[in-house]
């Protein structure tokens, strides 16, 4: 059973998080803890291997709560900074490992280059910085993280395209707004889904409740998971209730084994 995969919901929250600063809703004053959301993450661990998807501004939080002492490699979905902003936290990893594998479109590590360009730096590094390893992924080439294929599969999110990933039986999809047929081919057969889930109305670059649900029968996976939630899709334990029997809300530090 050591080559199961073990998924732990590092953040499940949209990108101001739950609470949202200065907000007066009533999902944001909840005492549910799981109403309370950091930014999206997940954490992809069998064997020794620890990969996270995603590296927002949270990560740090995220990997002293979940006593992540090594990490192999981030592998990003895309370059807003709700999903990339923690990538200077990479920094004790790094003094203890050396380079931090990444994996990313070119369109995403170009712009994390820009913003990270010290991290990024060849010449007259500044001590102290940490340094990573780029491998470019695109959505037409599998490739190989530890022991395992990583299946790439691109969605729109708006104007821009992003990459969801399929690790054996688990695919985790964010920030999806649409998905063409062929794409979605990849992730059929899944035994557990993870797809975004904003909130009921309508928005214009996420799947809303009732989107995702429709996607979820559409994909048929044995159990779905709900993340990239929003305060305006309500409290957890409410939510929970109305969903289908094999469809859960996640919340962070939830952790399953796939």
Partial sequence: MNDALKITFLGTGTSQGIPVIGSNHPVCSSEDPRDKRLRVS??????????????????????????????????????????????????????RQGDVPVYAHKRVADSLKKRFDYIFA?????????????????????????????????????????????????????????????????????????????????????????????FIEEMKPDVAYLTHISHMLGFHAQVE?????NVHLAYDNLTITV
């Fill in 122 to 214: 060849d010449e007259n590094r500044y001590p102290g910085a940490p340094a990573v390893a780029v491998n470019l992924i695109d959505k037409d080439n599998p490739f190989t993280v530890g022991s395992v294929k990583v299946i790439p599969i691109e969605a729109s999110h708006n104007r821009i395209k992003v990459l969801g990933f399929r690790i054996k039986d688990f695919t985790y999809l964010t920030d999806v707004k649409t998905i063409t047929s062929e794409e979605a081919e990849k992730v059929k057969n899944s035994k557990v889904l993870v797809i975004n889930a904003l909130r009921e109305e309508p928005h214009h670059s996420h799947f809303n409740l009732k989107e995702a649900l429709e």
């Fill in 241 to 245: 209730k109305k969903l289908p029997k």
């Fill in 42 to 95: 997940a954490l992809v661990s069998w064997k020794d291997y620890n990969y996270v998807i995603d590296c927002g501004p949270d990560f740090r939080q995220q990997m002293l709560t979940n006593e992540v002492i090594t990490l192999d490699g981030i592998l990003f979905t895309h370059e807003h900074s709700d999903h990339t902003a923690g990538l200077d936290d990479i920094r004790p990893y790094f003094f």
